[in-house]
T-cell receptor
């Protein structure tokens, strides 16, 4: 595709529900990143994939957060048993190499009520 | 720990004027990279400019330039000839050299350009 595509753009979940956020990176980009951006804050790193391998998941805030990229292209960020503090914008980025030339999607705004 | 500080929550500038957005960083590493991103209301992060710690000259990209002062650990973004479309959030970020794939962001500065 022309850019990084994320879906849905907006998601409202009841506390305790599971959610799945999708990221379609730019075709051919081997690196994929997930970031969490709370209201009024800068993005915080969650996890990084190189092709299908998850090389860094140090930013995932709890074991309720899980990310996968099974075929090295589309990635899904799953949040189980959502809590109010999970409310944020989740940004996905992809690049050919490292974060220097990373292209970001428009994000998914998650609101947990 | 590496850290980015942006002390200006908001800035106003008149169209066609220049504006400087401040960024200071903290790192004990000698090799690092500094970035500026723009985030319009649509939400995506748009890469603007990059400065490597060993680059001797300040980076420039069109109307954007980075005023890099290594001894002061500052990397201010200068936007010349501001346009109404420059109104957005601006984030300074540092590449984590201990984990070279990760970017560490500041809290951002909201720039508003008025006619």
């Amino acid at each position: 595709g022309a850019g990084v595509s994320q879906s849905p753009r907006y998601k409202v979940a009841k506390r305790g529900q599971d959610v799945a956020l999708r990221c379609d990176p730019i075709s051919g980009h081997v690196s994929l990143f997930w970031y969490q951006q709370a209201l009024g804050q800068g993005p915080e790193f969650l996890t990084y994939f190189q092709n299908e391998a998850q090389l860094d998941k140090s930013g995932l805030p709890s074991d309720r957060f899980f990310a996968e990229r099974p075929e090295g292209s589309v990635s899904t960020l799953k949040i189980q048993r959502t809590q109010k503090e999970d409310s944020a914008v989740y940004l996905c980025a992809s690049s050919l190499r490292g974060p220097t030339e990373a292209f970001f999607g428009q994000g998914t705004r998650l609101t947990v009520v | 720990a590496q850290k980015i500080t942006q002390t200006q929550p908001g800035m106003f500038v008149q169209e066609k004027e220049a504006v400087t957005l401040d960024c200071t960083y903290d790192t004990s590493d000698q090799s690092y990279g500094l970035f500026w991103y723009k985030q319009p209301s649509s939400g995506e992060m748009i890469f603007l400019i990059y400065q490597g710690s060993y680059d001797e000259q300040n980076a420039t990209e069109g109307r954007y330039s980075l005023n890099f002062q290594k001894a002061r650990k500052s990397a201010n973004l200068v936007i010349s000839a501001s346009q109404l479309g420059d109104s957005a959030m601006y984030f300074c970020a540092m590449r984590d050299t201990h984990n070279t794939d990760k970017l560490i962001f500041g809290t951002g500065t909201r720039l508003q350009v008025f006619p």
